[in-house]
């Protein structure tokens, strides 16, 4: 009997009852709520106990499929790993071999190359070694006949050069003692009062005088010697010898001081110097210092310098001596027009009227006392230093150039600073390399 049969009897039944029926009716599908719902948590409860176990052996079995198929793919993975790690290294082994045969190949082409090439660049080498070794022995030759002839005219331009110029040399060292003496006198008769600062007084004053006449002379005569030297210059060369070359470097700017007036007047602190000023000679003696020449002209220096040398007869040219000069110098009437010039030059001087004559005189002097020096120089052991050739002049020295007297006044900056100073910047200028230290050479 099933559900249904049980329900159509008792529908059979409730039909029979009437009123009773629609009670039992009510009570009857509440019970059979009841039941369905007790029948259905039961069926739920059996339900969910058979999923849990399908489950359970669902997850069971997924779990040994899982691990073997994990174990399955791993012993695949692992052979595919080891084919791979063979293939690999049989491949690797395979360019390594290659690769070693190709650096074998490559070696080999390299060092037939190198071999090629090193064999090539010796071949090449060798001939420029052998065509240098050619040009140094021709060079060799012709340096060693070069230098032969350079010795050769070495000696014989020293040969000239002493035999022409060396005596001269000598006489104006001597003349130019003589000379710086005189500097040294014409300061000394100053400071003693017999250099006047005005007009007609004093030794200065009367050109016929010993004392101006001696004067010229002595700053003249090393002019000559100059002038000789000059005259050689064609049939000598002074660089064969550098002490030679300085002493006519020394003398030739002595030369052209005495025209250097302007210069020397502009060199500071200045003089106001304008002896080419068109005025009275009566305001050129009231500041003889401004307007009154004190150099000479290059014409006028050459033949004044020209007139104190003498011919012998035999073709020589010597220096005038003083007791010729003053022959020629003093005439009946007054000074020698040859001479006239210079004699007017130091008429009437002092260093006070004539200020930039005695800038030139003291910058002589420093030429002179390096003439002087070059003497020692030749004295010295060879190869030793000597001092320079052009030096200021020392204090003690310089007391020899004071001028001053109890009547003519004048400051320190003016008597003895300024002039030393000026002469200083001036030969410093057209002589600055003799002021390095001197070498004498061997032949010395």
């Not at 009670?23 to 339900?47: C, F, T």
């Not at 491949?91 to 037939?112: D, F, N, P």
Request: net charge negative; aromatic share 8%.
């Amino acid at each position: 009997m099933n559900f249904e049969d049980i329900l159509k009897i008792a529908a059979t039944i409730i039909a029979t009852l009437g009123g009773a029926g629609a009670i039992v009716i009510g009570l009857a599908g509440w019970l059979g709520k009841v039941w369905a719902n007790r029948l259905m948590e039961a069926d739920k409860a059996k339900h969910a106990h058979a999923l849990e176990e399908l489950r359970a052996e669902l997850t069971k079995n997924n779990q040994s499929l899982l691990e073997a198929d994990r174990a399955k793919y791993n012993g695949d993975l692992e052979q595919l790993r080891a084919k791979l790690n063979l293939d690999n290294q049989n491949a690797l082994e395979l360019v390594r071999a290659g690769y070693s045969q190709q650096l074998e190949q490559l070696k080999a082409q390299i060092t037939h190359s190198n071999q090629v090439l090193l064999e090539s660049e010796r071949a090449k080498y060798s001939r420029e070694l052998e065509e240098l070794r050619a040009t140094l022995n021709r060079s060799n030759v012709e340096f060693g006949a070069e230098n032969k002839a350079r010795r050769d005219y070495e000696y014989e331009a020293r040969k000239r050069l002493y035999e022409q110029c060396e005596p001269l040399l000598f006489q104006l060292v001597e003349l130019s003692e003589n000379a710086l003496h005189r500097i040294y006198s014409l300061a000394r008769t100053a400071r003693h009062g017999n250099l006047s600062i005005r007009p007609n007084e004093g030794w200065l004053f009367d050109t016929r005088n010993y004392y101006l006449a001696s004067t010229v002379y002595n700053l003249m005569v090393p002019l000559v010697m100059y002038r000789l030297i000059q005259r050689n210059l064609t049939l000598v060369d002074l660089t064969v010898d550098p002490d030679i070359n300085a002493q006519y470097l020394l003398v030739k700017r002595l030369y052209i001081s005495f025209t250097d007036d302007y210069e020397l007047a502009n060199i500071e602190p200045s003089i106001e110097y304008n002896p080419n000023a068109e005025i009275s000679s009566h305001v050129a003696k009231k500041q003889p210092e401004k307007y009154i020449r004190q150099a000479m002209l290059f014409g006028e220096l050459d033949s004044l310098v020209d007139n104190l040398v003498k011919s012998e007869d035999n073709g020589a040219i010597r220096c005038m001596t003083y007791g010729e000069f003053e022959a020629e110098y003093f005439q009946e009437d007054g000074v020698a027009e040859s001479f006239s010039i210079v004699a007017e030059l130091f008429h009437d001087f002092h260093p006070k009227t004539r200020p930039v004559l005695w800038r030139i005189l003291i910058a002589q002097a420093h030429i002179y006392e390096a003439l002087i020096r070059t003497r020692e120089s030749k004295l010295a052991k060879s190869g030793e230093n000597i001092t320079a050739l052009l030096m200021p002049i020392s204090e003690t020295e310089k007391d020899k150039f004071e001028w001053r007297d109890g009547h003519v006044s004048a400051t320190d900056e003016e008597a003895i600073i300024q002039p030393f100073d000026v002469a200083h910047k001036y030969l410093r200028k057209h002589l600055g390399e003799l002021f390095e230290i001197h070498k004498p050479t061997a032949s010395n």
